[in-house]
């Protein structure tokens, strides 16, 4: 049987080159982190360490993912949470990307960062990105953010996982 602390399936190699797989296979992929996120995520019922099982999980498995991770909406800025990627902007304006998604409670999909006013860049090989609230009580209190070194890598596959398999799984942790 799988010990919960032991290695996993479908985790991908360490160094690839990133790549954007086909619907099929982007929901395979999803099926298999989803799988893996509930395995990791049993007996675990506080918020952070949910956040960073999921931003390990995700941005160790989709190939396309280059930084995963959450900022929490706090009074006049974003702070960042738990996150897999390059060291990133520790506080952010609402200006951005993360901002927009919060001030709306509605997801973002960037296609091309370089085109949307405001973004804030973290990582200068960034190239799109999707923004997802966390929404509680109808209050943002956070949201998951995921950065692609690849241009239009975010598509409705990507924003209906997220936002139907991978929030739910974080507020329960705040039930
Ligand atoms: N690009 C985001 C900032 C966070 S980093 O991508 C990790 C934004 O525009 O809000």
Known sequence: MKNKHSAHEGMKPEIITPY???????????ELALKEIHERVKG????????????????NIIPYYSWCGFYFAEENEMIVGPYQGTAACANIAYSGV???AA????????PNV??????????????????????EDNMVIAVLDVDSV????F?????????EKIIPILLEATN
């Open 20 to 30: 954007i797989p086909d619907a099929t296979e982007k929901k395979r992929l999803y």
């Open 150 to 153: 690849l241009l239009n890598a």
């Open 155 to 163: 598509d409705d596959i990507d924003k209906k996982f997220l936002e």
């Open 44 to 59: 675990v019922d506080s918020l952070v360490p949910r956040m960073a099982t999921v931003s390990s999980i995700l941005k």
């Open 98 to 100: 993360c901002g927009t």
């Open 103 to 110: 001030k709306n409670k509605k997801t973002v999909v960037v």
């Open 114 to 135: 370089h085109e949307f006013p405001g973004h804030i860049t973290c990582d200068t090989r960034s190239n799109s990105e999707i923004v997802v609230p966390i929404i």
